[in-house]
């Protein structure tokens, strides 16, 4: 398995209970260094407070060989133009190192959020990345886009505009994905599919991967080298006794994604759709203290990987090994102790 972390390295997700660590755009040079200096194939970040292709453009000059990318960058809001300026840009300054990641969100995000008109996501984000790879080909080869859809209608480029060829213009496109309709859109137009987290690896073999392949099918394209890239639900710490307060997270966290409609493909794959309905009910009534009580150890342990320092590199590769491609996995890194630690786990996670 390739290896990726999200910056800044060694950050936990913090769960419901309590505020994510504030982010510093001064250190993210640093941090990317860090990274590619423990050996990681890449490094991501996610669209949340800051603009991911910003970030991605810090930690492309601070590095020299680690990839970087969008784990996952909103397609939607911006155009397919937009989009693929900034990729290209970034494929340009880092050397070829960049992987477009690329999430639809969820429609009251779309709709209230960003204030565009919905339209279902799964044949939109098919034409959105067809859109993005036909103005890459047209720089590439100095010529005219061509692309007519219902969504986008791109048939214009001038000098002015036109970036030109660059030396590494095959940049991949990674999807976020849980339904298997996008994992079909997946295998039929990109080179990666990225599931959330919530997605166990029992789900992704058996509904997202033959989904995948179902894609390629439809388009007769191979998908040899077709990158399956999970962040997953992780409680670790250095014994026992603090590891109880990451599993505390880590349980009001699988109990918010099974209350959310969008993951729900998730959670009925595995016969808990009573559950997901009564979770459904008790976020709708701002009952969020309750809910981590609903997950049972079993259901915690089914969609998270739970251990201590000396075993959750077992667990990771027990699960996911022969069934994803890259995984993501860091712990804080405060000290050189830390670092060593860290160094040593990511030496035995490439051991598979």
């Not at 960058?73 to 155009?79: D, K, L, N, Q």
């Not at 060829?165 to 339904?179: E, G, Q, R, S, Y």
């Amino acid at each position: 398995m390739k290896l990726e972390t999200l910056l800044p390295l060694g950050k936990v997700d913090p769960g419901l209970r309590e505020p994510a660590a504030p982010f510093d755009l001064q250190t993210i040079g640093r941090e990317s260094l860090k990274a590619e200096e423990l050996g990681y194939d890449s490094i991501m970040f996610e669209e949340t407070k800051f603009d991911p292709y910003v970030v991605m453009a810090l930690a492309a000059n601070a590095t020299r060989n680690v990839g970087i990318g969008t784990a996952v960058a909103i397609a939607f809001p911006r155009s397919p133009a937009v989009t693929a300026m900034s990729a290209w840009t970034l494929q340009s300054l880092s050397g070829g190192r960049f992987i477009l990641g690329l999430g639809t969100q969820v429609r009251a995000h779309i709709e209230r959020r960003y204030g565009l008109k919905w339209s279902p996501a799964g044949p939109w984000m098919r034409e959105y990345v067809l859109a993005v790879k036909e103005i890459w080909r047209a720089w590439q080869s100095s010529e005219q886009p061509d692309f007519s859809g219902q969504h986008y209608n791109i048939n214009l480029t001038v000098p002015l505009f036109d970036p030109g060829p660059i030396d590494t213009p095959d940049i991949p496109i990674h999807l976020a994905a849980v339904n298997s309709y996008m994992c079909e859109v997946a295998g039929e137009v990109s080179e990666g599919l990225r599931p959330h987290p919530v997605c166990t690896a029992e789900y992704i073999k058996n509904v997202m991967w033959p989904a995948v392949h179902r894609g390629a099918g439809n388009s007769s394209r191979s998908i040899k080298d077709f990158s399956m890239s999970i962040k997953p639900l992780i409680a670790t710490a250095p014994d026992e006794e603090s590891l109880q307060v990451k599993i505390r997270d880590i349980r009001a966290r699988v109990a918010f994604y099974a209350s959310t409609p969008a993951y729900r493909a998730a959670f009925e794959a595995h016969g808990l759709e009573s559950l997901a309905d009564e979770l459904k009910l008790l976020s709708r009534a701002q009952r969020w203290e309750e809910m981590p009580s609903q997950i049972s150890d079993d259901v915690l342990n089914q969609y998270a990987c739970v251990g201590t320092y000396d075993n959750i590199v077992a667990i990771l590769k027990d699960r996911y090994a022969d069934i994803v491609t890259n995984v993501e996995f860091s712990i804080p890194v405060n000290t050189p102790e830390d670092g060593d630690i860290l160094r040593g786990m990511i030496s035995e996670l490439r051991l598979t």
